[in-house]
């Protein structure tokens, strides 16, 4: 039903709502007047190709399970991977253009955005930082580009938000290290090229590149997921994995390596959530106004109003808290318990926002005619990697008290 | 070579467009845009720089907000860009004569434009820019080629497809054509940043817009769609197809 037929239903004067069709992102406090004229281009440009590229074919990507590769080059041609990398062919961005970018792609898919979290925040950002300058010219300008993909191998089969325990291990042997262990819920694993691998040598958390065809090291995809369908998944491992002297990132030992990565991609990600719940928003708001219940919109009802009031409410801050944190990363004005709450909270709002929205939806919202369940879906992997909402919890609870709670202490 | 490409900021396909005492709401409009048809103009003067090398300006006439557009074209490749500065309503005929003198000013000898604008749809900026520089102007255009001795256009229309060989000087004027539009990327974007806006003001390009021969009266907005029918049952099929027949007149 078109909004002309909507303006007479029934006496009901729906003017103000005019527009039912195409996404309008939702924007109530008018934060993005708060961009840079370049961040307002490019989120223009991604939200562009997310409309023409994405959002056509998501779907079916899903159905099939399937990330197509038609995505990781026009991502590549776009020049937002690695976008606040400097120098070696990155993009060399705003991290609150980062954050933007991430924004854009999730609210198409969150498996989308992971591809770029994990090529950008896990993948380029180790080598840019604490890779050698031979590692850096070799792989960054390529990585930028989406010719090379990589991935980010910490999290265990048996350790997952206990990192430091890990078994996977290096030990030297000539001018080679030998790798030994397994990686699992590896986003990219079997489509990457290299992979940012961490391992005990001497039994300090060290990086290593393992590239795509080392002798002994194998990504088989996992299959059977319920959520991120357009994103793969996969195993690591490596059974006497030979690679070169050369291939360990020199510059970073013990976990602050990964954890670095990590806060990068968790910042991502509290953007990144807002796309996913403006999404389901926009969907929620279109089709409560033009499902017709008991001879009105539903949108007319005020349980339904009361949702989406909600909503409204909890993207407005879920953006407000993504800007300031964005201008504090910029600032370099930032602990990582800033990032720990904005991932939390923002996950957190977005997959209520999903759950919510498909329950406007009624039945319709289980259909993949409708994005919400793809996103309510996707949202529960998102509040699970890269620090379970739990962790970040107790990420917070130990920076209130100065008492860490993970372990049960000996 | 030198291409001059002709580019109107309308409101985005997207905004809602409101009427305030008579005229336009400009101020509630959301969003601008280049106009769709120019993008197709763009697009194609685009080709022509990574094709033959020619050097791509930008132009467009406007308020201060229209540079935004001149932007957008030099995120995605337009070499130079010119703004003739102006704010309120220009008649047709004033319009045409400053755009001509501006293609003069950087002395192009193709102009590619859009066949019409998005939110006036006059379709006369072309062909009146063609009259007055005494270019050739060919319309409807969605496809050029640089070829020996000129141009290869290739115009498309429901009933068929017509291709045209055109002697410089000349004006194309763009449908929407097969090709792709470029998407800006990230270095398109960062480099527009730094490319300088030459700006100038009708009365540096000579034009006097007094005296002009069409002024908008009122804006109206479209009549209200009146209230559908509805038809119950297999009886009323024969009433259905009548009506389509005679009143929709779609079968």
């Known amino acids: 039903m078109g909004p002309f037929e909507l303006r007479t239903l029934k006496g009901l004067d729906l003017s103000g709502c005019t527009d039912i069709m195409g996404y309008e992102a939702l924007d109530f406090y008018d934060v993005d007047s708060l961009l840079t004229d370049e961040e307002l281009m490019i989120r223009d440009a991604v939200r562009g190709w997310v409309d023409e590229s994405v959002i056509p074919k998501i779907e079916n990507a899903c159905r099939e399970g399937v990330f197509l590769d038609e995505w990781r080059q026009e991502i590549g041609s776009m020049g937002i991977l690695g976008a606040p990398l400097k120098g070696y062919g990155c993009p060399g961005l705003s991290y609150t253009a980062y954050g933007v970018i991430c924004r854009e792609l999730e609210r198409g898919d969150s498996g989308i955005r992971s591809f770029a979290s994990v090529q950008g925040s896990l993948a380029m950002y180790p080598i840019w930082d604490f890779g050698s300058e031979d590692q850096k010219e070799k792989y960054l300008p390529r990585m930028a580009t989406g010719e090379l993909i990589g991935c980010f191998g910490l999290t265990e089969p048996d350790y997952g938000s206990n990192p430091g325990d890990m078994v996977t291990k290096a030990t030297e042997d000539g001018d080679s290290f030998i790798l030994n262990g397994a990686k699992m819920w590896i986003t990219n694993g079997t489509i990457a090229d290299l992979a940012i691998v961490w391992a005990k040598l001497d039994g300090v958390i060290r990086g290593f590149i393992v590239e795509k065809g080392d002798p002994g090291f194998s990504a088989p995809e996992m299959k059977g997921k319920h959520s991120l369908k357009a994103s793969v998944t996969s195993e690591l491992v490596f059974q006497d994995c030979r690679i070169p002297k050369d291939r360990i990132l020199p510059g970073v030992k013990g976990l602050r390596g990964p954890f670095s990565c990590l806060n990068n991609a968790r910042f991502g990600i509290s953007w990144g959530a807002i796309g996913s719940a403006q999404a389901c928003y926009d969907s929620a708001r279109s089709y409560a106004l033009s499902r017709i219940q008991f001879d009105h919109p539903i949108a007319a009802y005020q349980l339904v109003q009361n949702k989406l009031a909600w909503m409204l409410r909890e993207i407005t801050k879920g953006q407000l808290l993504a800007y300031h944190l964005g201008k504090k990363k910029d600032a370099g004005e930032w602990i990582p318990e800033h990032i720990s709450l904005a991932k939390m909270n923002n996950v957190d709002i977005a997959l209520e926002i999903a759950r919510v929205s498909r329950d406007i939806h009624g039945a319709n919202g289980i259909l993949d005619e409708y994005p919400v369940m793809r996103h309510m879906a996707n949202l529960e992997s998102v509040k699970t990697y890269e620090g379970t909402h739990d962790i970040h919890n107790l990420i917070l609870g130990r920076h209130i008290t100065g008492i860490q709670a993970f372990t049960k202490g000996a | ?222 009549p209200e769609k009146p209230e559908g029918q509805r038809f119950e049952g297999p009886d009323s099929a024969a009433e259905v197809a009548t009506k389509l027949r005679e009143e929709a007149n779609v079968i």
């Open chain 2, 1 to 222: 070579m030198k291409v001059a490409v002709l580019i109107k900021q309308v409101p985005d396909t997207t905004a809602k467009v409101g009427i305030i005492s008579g005229s336009v709401d400009e101020g509630a409009i959301s969003k601008w845009s280049i106009s769709p048809y120019d993008e197709y103009a763009l697009e194609s003067a685009l080709s022509l720089q990574s094709g033959s090398g020619a050097t791509v300006v930008a132009i467009t006439l406007g308020p201060e907000r229209s540079s935004k557009s001149l932007i957008d074209a030099a995120a995605v490749g337009a070499d130079e860009l010119l703004h003739v500065v102006h704010d309120g309503a220009l008649g047709s005929l004033s319009l045409q004569k400053a755009l001509s003198e501006a293609v003069t000013r950087v002395g192009a000898e193709v102009v590619l434009v859009g066949k019409q604008a998005a939110d006036t749809n006059s379709g006369s900026t072309g062909p009146g820019v063609a009259k007055i520089l005494n270019y050739s102007c060919v319309g409807l255009v969605s496809r050029i080629e640089a070829g020996s001795d000129g141009f290869e256009a290739t115009r498309s229309t429901p009933s068929g497809i017509e291709r045209v060989s055109v002697k410089l000087p000349c004006v194309f004027a763009f449908d929407k054509g097969d090709v792709e539009l470029r998407r800006p990327n990230v270095r398109g974007i960062m480099m527009a940043k730094k490319k300088p806006i030459e700006r100038i003001t009708l009365a540096d390009l000579g034009v006097d817009s007094t005296g002009e021969g069409v002024s908008t009266t009122s804006v109206d907005y479209p």
